[in-house]
């Protein structure tokens, strides 16, 4: 193996970890709700940065955010979309702890 330093950090960190031997596609779900949760605060302070909560100018400014913010739209989407993806890799997230048995000692 090389001896340098950052290689040396990367793979303790990462390759040299112990996984479990019945490790599958099923253990993604716990990652996925953290990228999940940073799609979810990020898009939502670019989304509060245009968004005015006083009711005579709310719908304004989500039309404005729509049609003349650069990406206002898309941004809107991911956030809207990505709550409700965060809920699936929730239960399934929690599904997995379930049928394993994840919880018992």
Not at 52 to 67: G, K, P
Request: glycine share 8%; net charge neutral; hydrophobic share 45%.
């Amino acid at each position: 193996r090389k001896t340098n330093q950052a290689v040396e950090i990367v793979n303790s960190s990462l390759n040299d970890l112990p996984s479990p031997s019945n490790i599958s596609a099923w253990w993604n779900f716990g990652s996925l709700l953290g990228l999940c949760l940073l799609m979810q605060i990020s898009t939502g302070l670019f989304l509060a940065m245009h968004y005015s909560a006083d009711a005579t100018l709310a719908f304004n400014s989500i039309a404005h955010l729509c049609r003349e913010v650069q990406f206002g739209w898309l941004l809107r989407n991911l956030h809207a979309d990505g709550a409700s993806m965060f809920f699936i890799c929730l239960y399934l997230h929690v599904g997995r702890g379930l049928y394993d048995g994840s919880y018992m000692n």
